[in-house]
């Protein structure tokens, strides 16, 4: 799928929704174990949550993927996770705070 910033996707096997916040070009991100669709777009029915990508989404966290300069926000929590090409993305960590000596 064509991805650029601000496109809304959906999962088609659980309630997760996402928002591209960062990357572009042709990546294939899914959740459990299918691939997203644009918001609105008409969802298969019959698909499943693969076994392996059971982890869910949690609303707010950012999932990324820096090999690919891909960083999804999710709006909507689901019980599939979130993929890049088949792997499992990671949630973005939080950035430490300086030192206040």
Known sequence: MELKPGMRLRSTVCETEVIVTKGHGDL???????????????????QQISADATGGTQMGKRY????????????????????????VLPIKGAKPLPASD
């Open 64 to 87: 990324v993927d820096d090999d690919a300069g891909l960083e999804l926000l999710c709006t909507r929590p689901g019980a599939g996770s979130l993929t890049l090409a088949g792997e």
């Open 28 to 46: 294939d991100v899914g959740c459990g174990g299918q691939p997203l669709v644009e918001a609105g777009a008409e969802v298969p029915a019959g």
